[in-house]
Antibody, heavy 119, light 108 residues
């Protein structure tokens, strides 16, 4: 059974940093692109970033470029999102998701972790 | 970036009704269009990928169609458990893979 479990969310002050983790199981993690998607309270979904199977390609939405870094450790079956220079509008539930490139979709999602940026 | 315009933003229908949601892309995205269902407090769940392909295990009352810039998502006979917000998402060649604004579906 495919499982994705996010952790690392919490309350952080503006300008601060946070590192999210996503533990994957039930599939060959190193064979899939992985994504982060976020959802601000009461709002819609926003694709944030993704990373290729071997980590050699990474893409970001413009609003997080230069502040967020997506990475992965295939030996640990884990995906990460390092978030620096956090702003109030980064407040959201952050989901990790598995991508199926051949079908161009995100077929499994974690339960999400809440990040709150507030003083 | 490709913009996705989804309508309506909310919809009220009765059990057994046929429900239709539309999504329009700002440029040609071939059939690279997905539909997700999100129930309150839960993660999104993929229903349809590549415009018209049903994910394994998803009930056949859900369907999708379209190509290019115009897409349609249909529930043939609305069930109480279908109450959720539905999102389209384009997955053209380059990120960001933008979502529509969402359609909140409620039972009349």
């Amino acid at each position: 059974e495919v499982q994705l479990v996010e952790s690392g969310g919490g309350l952080v002050q503006p300008g601060g940093s946070l590192r999210l983790s996503c533990a994957a199981s039930g599939f060959t993690f190193s064979s899939y692109w992985m994504s982060w998607v976020r959802q601000a309270p009461g709002k819609g979904l926003e694709w944030v970033a993704n990373i290729k199977e071997d980590g050699s390609e990474r893409y970001y939405v413009d609003s997080v470029k230069g502040r967020f870094t997506i990475s992965r450790d295939n030996a640990k079956n884990s995906l990460y999102l390092q978030m620096d220079s956090l702003r109030a509008d980064d407040t959201a539930v952050y989901y990790c998701a598995r991508e199926v490139r051949v079908y161009k979709c995100q077929d499994f999602w974690g339960q999400g972790t809440l990040v709150t940026v507030s003083s | 970036d490709i913009q996705m315009t989804q309508s309506p933003s909310s919809l009220s229908a009765s059990v057994g009704d046929r429900v239709t949601i539309t999504c329009q892309a700002s440029q040609d995205i071939n059939t690279y269009l997905n539909w997700y269902q999100q129930k309150p407090g839960k993660a999104p769940n993929l229903l349809i990928y590549d415009a018209s392909n049903l994910k394994t295990g998803v009930p056949s009352r859900f369907s999708g169609s379209g190509s290019g810039t115009d897409f349609t998502f249909t529930i043939s006979s609305l069930q109480p458990e279908d109450i959720a917000t539905y999102y389209c998402q384009q997955y053209d060649n380059l990120p960001p893979f933008t979502f529509g604004q969402g359609t909140e579906l409620e039972i009349k």
